[in-house]
């Protein structure tokens, strides 16, 4: 486990001076929280003996019917009995990691991939190999290589690590069409698919995408998360596994926590039972549709010349390219300076790629300051293009390792 080398300048960036386009925070202020709080209070009045005792370690049963229903709308048939609840969908991927990986054991990653998968695989000691995306997310040919090169040196792949929609960091999806190639060429390889799908339900036009678990049962295990279509206080999650592979979740579960809690879990299904959902998660979409616009917009109309940047459909996050010759890492410091933060490309790899990158996110700042930090970071840019020009280049590769922010801005 390696320490953030920019955590600590993320102190001064949560000073409200500063623009942060850093964290990727829900916002949470959006719920109805008068409703949310009498949710709470009744259900300690009515259910405290229940609510406030030790649960199962598969998580409470009338709630993993409710996450089915919630999986329904992304094509996903499913039973209860797989469906295991988690402190979040991170420890799902952490009990998912304990349970498959032996250290060296090879891990195929989007490039770049979420960083705290990163860091999960790295203190299990699996080897990441990235796998090249592009606008349309996860390249088939580019998968099919690192299947065969792994196969060719005998390294043993345990399993694909995918975020397909509004992908973290880079806010790209995977096609349709891509979806059933990559379930093929997995499923010929004998490589396990984890399909990470926090943001599935957060697609601004139209309804939501077909998940990969919709369409290889057996060969998927499908991670869920109420933190970006509820809130990320609550922390439950959940990983919906073939049968085998959720006995063997509930075993590492138990011996991780004993049990989640049954408060939170109850307080989740007490507000998926009585409250409209379905329209709030409608809500969180357009809002942040609002604010996906306002970066854009603004990264249009201010970026210099040489900034390239994705255009995400949905999610939190727009992934931008620097000019050769700038180093992401080395401007943050500059930019805190000028009063906005970002989260450094180095962060998304395992093997020091990501120089030129950042992440932007939309999620939680007003339109008006997104507009104001992006204009701030313009500005930094243009200078530090001045220096490039006058000295010469300043870029280069990164230690190989996971530079890992703190949560909020996971």
């Known amino acids: 486990m390696v320490a953030s080398e920019v955590r600590a300048l993320f102190a001064v960036a949560s000073r409200p001076e500063v623009v942060s386009l850093a964290g990727g925070m829900p916002y949470v202020t959006a719920l109805p929280l008068d409703v949310v709080g009498e949710l709470v209070s009744d259900l300690v009045a009515r259910r405290g003996p229940v609510a406030l005792q030790y649960g199962s370690g598969q998580g409470d049963p009338q709630l993993r019917e409710q996450i089915c229903e919630v999986m329904r709308l992304e094509g996903i048939e499913a039973g209860a009995d797989d469906v295991v609840v988690t402190v979040g969908s991170q420890q799902a991927l952490d009990l998912i990691t304990r349970i498959f990986i032996d250290p060296g054991d090879v891990i195929l990653a989007e490039g770049p991939s979420y960083v705290g998968a990163l860091g999960t695989f790295a203190a299990y000691q699996a080897n990441v190999v990235h796998v090249t995306m592009d606008d349309h997310g996860l390249v088939p040919e580019a998968l099919a290589e690192a299947i065969e090169a792994c196969a060719r040196a005998g390294r043993r792949i ?6 397909p929609n509004f992908q973290n960091p880079a806010g790209v999806t995977l096609t349709a069409e891509r979806r059933r190639q990559v379930l093929e060429l997995c499923r010929r390889a004998g490589v396990l698919v984890v399909e990470d799908n926090p943001y599935g339900l957060l697609r601004f036009d139209g309804e939501p995408l077909r998940a990969l678990r919709a369409d290889d049962p057996e060969g998927v295990v499908y991670l869920g998360s109420f933190s970006k279509t509820l809130a990320p206080g609550f922390r439950v999650g959940w990983a919906l596994a073939p049968h085998a592979v959720r006995e063997k979740l509930v075993l590492a579960m138990e011996s991780a926590v004993l049990s989640h809690s049954s408060f939170t879990q109850l307080a989740v299904g007490r507000y998926l039972e009585t409250q409209p959902w379905r329209e709030q998660i409608k809500t969180f979409r357009e809002l942040y549709r609002d604010r996906r616009d306002a970066m854009l917009d603004a ?13 995400p459909t949905g999610g939190f996050f727009v992934w931008m390219t620097l000019p050769e010759g700038l180093n992401s890492k080395a401007i943050l410091p500059r930019a805190v300076a000028a009063r906005v933060a970002f989260v450094p490309g180095t962060g998304f790899y395992a093997d020091g ?3 030129r990158q950042i992440r932007l996110s939309f999620c939680y700042p007003e339109p008006d300051r997104i507009r104001e930090g992006v204009r701030r970071l313009g500005g930094v840019i243009e200078q530090e293009l001045e220096v490039r020009d006058t000295f010469g280049t300043g870029g280069g590769r990164n230690r190989p390792g ?4 703190g949560p909020d801005l996971a």
């Open 299 to 311: 990264l249009d109309a201010l970026m210099p010349e040489g900034c390239t940047w994705t255009r």
């Open 353 to 355: 790629q990501g120089a």
């Open 158 to 163: 345990k399993f694909l690590y995918t975020i």
């Open 402 to 405: 996971v530079d890992t922010p």
